[in-house]
């Protein structure tokens, strides 16, 4: 006897069987999930484990190696300074003095650079202090004497050097004004530049900064320059800007005879180069950094003999 299912019963019927047949797919789903986690799972377990097994650095074989590395560089900045400071150097000789004395030493300075100039025929300003301007009617405090002393040395050298070369004039000399701390906002003094002296973090090296303003030929710069590099002292050259004084440039055929008549040995060929500047008077402004090359401070061998 068939039984005749009524359409309500045939809803309930239908709705079973897709019941089942979608938790099927869903636990067929699920079980793909679950078993990528669990593998997943494994492979970090696995990772954690081979990175508990590994020796963690820096080990003490590695720290052994950074000292050891640590003293060659530390060897290596010794044994520059003779280069970089030889016994002619006096930068560390400089000590601290009484303001008077300082004075003293200054006007001395001036005075021989002046006389060094005259000789020369080089023109400088009147009075001209060379950077110092402003101690001629006020004393420094005793303590600034250290720090102005080193600028006086390396002003003194570096005018000196400049001054045998023969430039038409020397305009100005800046330095950085250590004795007023960090720079003030605002106008500068004409001699201040607007840069600090800087001290190396391991104590290698203090640099202070100085700049000459002078009057001259494309020579005078070059010879300047290299003769830097000559001198006991360690300067390293930061910026040079130059300016015409002339409103009209050289003729072409006036630089080819000046460029002819100051390079070409009798019965060579000149070479096709013409220069820009010939023989006209520049104006240089030569920024450097005076170097006073310290190696390995006292502070850092103290601390590694406690260590």
Known sequence: ???????????????????????????????????????????????????????????????????????????????????????????????????????????????????????????????????????????????????????????????????????????????????DGEIKKGSLDPEQLKFSSFTHPEGFYTTYPLEVEFVGTPATLQQFLNGIAKLPYLYVVRSCYSTSLKPVPPRLDELQRQYAAGTAPQGTKLPPLVPVLGEEKIKFKVRVDLVEWLGVSEKNKSAEKKS
């Open 1 to 179: 006897m068939k039984t005749k299912l009524t359409t309500f019963e045939w809803i309930i019927v239908g709705t079973m069987i897709l019941v089942f047949v979608l938790g099927g797919v869903s636990a067929f789903i699920l079980s793909g999930k679950v078993q990528d986690k669990k593998t997943e799972l494994d492979a970090d377990t696995q990772s954690i484990i081979s990175i508990s097994k590994h020796e963690h650095y820096p080990n003490a074989q590695n720290m052994e190696q950074i000292k050891e590395n640590s003293k060659q560089v530390e060897g290596f900045m010794i044994s520059l300074k003779p280069i970089l400071q030889p016994s002619e150097n006096q930068l560390q000789d400089v000590k601290e003095v009484e303001a008077v004395d300082f004075k003293q030493q200054l006007s001395t300075t001036a005075d021989s650079l002046r006389a060094l100039a005259k000789a020369q025929s080089v023109i400088i300003p009147v009075d001209f202090y060379f950077g110092f301007s402003r101690y001629q009617k006020q004393n420094p405090k005793k303590k600034d004497t250290l720090i102005l002393g080193k600028q006086l040395l390396g002003i003194e050298k570096l005018i000196a050097n400049l001054i045998s070369y023969g430039p038409q004039k020397i305009e100005s000399v800046s330095r950085s004004f250590e004795e």
